[in-house]
C-alpha cells in the first residue's frame, strides 16, 4: 500500500513532463522515458515500476482509460501506437511498431533506417506475460495473447491468440455464447 502511495506522488511529479497524464493514475518508478511529451496517458491507468515507453522520429503512444501495465514492459513507438481502454499487459510484454532495416550489409542494424507499421491494441485486451507484440499488429477488441507469443497481423475482435508465431486458437461465439475452438 506504501508503494501506491508513492507511485501516485510519482505520477504528480511527472505529469506536467508528459503529452497528457490523467489522474487518478500511478506510475512505478520507470527504468527509461524517452520523448515523454509524446506519451499520453488517459485515467486510472496503473503502471507497475521498471516500464520502459519510447517515442523515436514524431511517434506517440496513447495508453487509453483503465490500462493496467506490469513490471518490465517496453513500450517503442516511431508512429501512433494505441493501447485500448481495460487492457491488461502482463510482466515482461514488448510492444512496438517499429522494425529496423538490415539491408545494408555490413552496416549496424541500429544505424539502418526504421520500418515503421502500425500498432494498435483493442479495449479490453489481456497481453500474457512475455509476450511480444510486433510492428504491424493490430489487435481487435477483447482478444486474449498467450504468454510467450509472438504476435504479428491482424486479429479479430475476441479471440485468443498464441504459438511463436502467434495463431487464433480460440474464438468467442456470440450466439452460445462459449469460447470455441478453431
Given amino acids: 500500500m506504501i508503494d501506491k502511495f ?52 514524431n511517434g506517440t503512444i496513447t495508453i487509453q482509460e483503465d490500462v493496467i501495465i506490469s513490471q518490465n514492459v517496453h513500450i517503442t513507438s516511431a508512429s501512433n501506437l494505441v493501447i485500448g481502454k481495460k487492457s491488461l499487459i502482463l510482466a515482461n510484454v514488448f510492444i512496438t511498431n517499429i522494425d529496423h532495416e538490415y539491408q545494408e550489409i555490413g552496416k ?26 510486433m510492428a504491424g499488429t493490430k489487435l481487435g477488441k477483447q482478444c486474449v495473447v498467450g504468454a510467450n507469443s509472438v504476435v504479428r497481423g491482424e486479429f479479430p475482435d475476441y479471440c485468443v491468440i498464441v504459438g511463436a508465431p502467434a495463431r487464433v486458437v480460440k474464438k468467442y461465439n456470440p450466439d452460445t455464447k462459449i469460447w470455441e475452438a478453431i
Avoid: C
Avoid at 510519482?10 to 506536467?16: E, Q, T
Avoid at 520500418?115 to 479495449?123: A, M, P, Y
Fill in 6 to 57: 508513492f507511485w501516485t506522488l510519482r505520477a504528480v511529479l511527472y505529469k506536467p513532463f508528459f503529452g497528457k497524464f490523467s489522474l487518478p493514475s500511478y506510475l512505478g518508478k520507470p527504468t527509461l522515458i524517452l520523448g515523454i511529451k509524446r506519451i499520453f496517458i488517459d485515467k486510472k491507468v496503473r503502471i507497475f515500476p521498471h516500464v520502459r515507453m519510447e517515442t523515436h522520429q
Fill in 108 to 133: 549496424h542494424v541500429v544505424k539502418q533506417k526504421y520500418l515503421v507499421k502500425e500498432t494498435t491494441i483493442g479495449e479490453n485486451a489481456y497481453i500474457g506475460m512475455g509476450a511480444a507484440i
